[in-house]
T-cell receptor
């Protein structure tokens, strides 16, 4: 299994507060992704990275920002959390850009 | 526009029988990859199988095979000899060579009955 961790695993926060989720990998894979999973929608891509400091938007990027200052870490920030951002967030990594290996997920609740 | 469609929200199969999970896709890119992932109730996402658009043969991985019909734009997952541990959510996904993005279908929940 790919070495990929996410922190925190669970978080409850209030509307309007900033939140940062961390994805950490030990596989030295080039590509990293952030997805959100909601019932009926499968997984939707928020942002992805194709190298250190190289990131781009996915299909649901509004309200989210990312940073990747090191190969192993990819941070997802909700600048001002809203209830619509309550979701399960998955990080994924890939060395080829094709098959992806997923972290355990972070369950975020915004009250 | 690129799209993945899984039309079966839920499926039941008897233990030890084979089951086919449907997936259709839409893309104008001639080069693409198709994937299946499994998500058990514990929540993790597990990569199962990959099929490239130029691959001549259907992909197989143990009890999993991908029935790739390019002209019909379908990439169905076949699980042979179902086991109770196969009960999970299954997602079909596609990545095109034109970008780094992978899009996922809404998923099919499979229930294996003893």
């Amino acid at each position: 299994d790919a070495g990929i961790t996410q922190s925190p695993r669970h978080k409850v926060t209030e509307t309007g507060t900033p939140v940062t989720l961390r994805c950490h990998q030990t596989e030295n894979h080039r590509y990293m992704y952030w997805y959100r999973q909601d019932p009926g929608h499968g997984l939707r891509l928020i942002h992805y990275s194709y190298g250190v400091k190289d990131t781009d938007k996915g299909e649901v990027s509004d309200g989210y920002s990312v940073s990747r200052s090191k190969t192993e870490d990819f941070l997802l920030t909700l600048e001002s959390a809203t209830s619509s951002q309550t979701s399960v967030y998955f990080c994924a990594i890939s060395d080829s850009g094709y098959e992806q290996y997923f972290g355990p997920g972070t369950r975020l609740t915004v009250t | 526009a690129q799209k993945i469609t899984q039309t079966q929200p839920g499926m039941f199969v008897q233990e030890k029988e084979a089951v086919t999970l449907d997936c259709t896709y839409d893309t104008s890119d001639p080069s693409y990859g198709l994937f299946w992932y499994k998500q058990p109730s514990s929540g993790e996402m597990i990569f199962l199988i990959y099929q490239g658009s130029y691959d001549q043969q259907n992909a197989t991985e143990g009890r999993y095979s991908l029935n790739f019909q390019k002209a019909r734009k379908s990439a169905n997952l076949v699980i042979s000899a179902s086991q109770l541990g196969d009960s999970a959510m299954y997602f079909c996904a596609m990545r095109t060579n034109g970008g780094f993005k992978t899009i996922f279908g809404a998923g099919t929940r499979l229930f294996v009955k003893a």
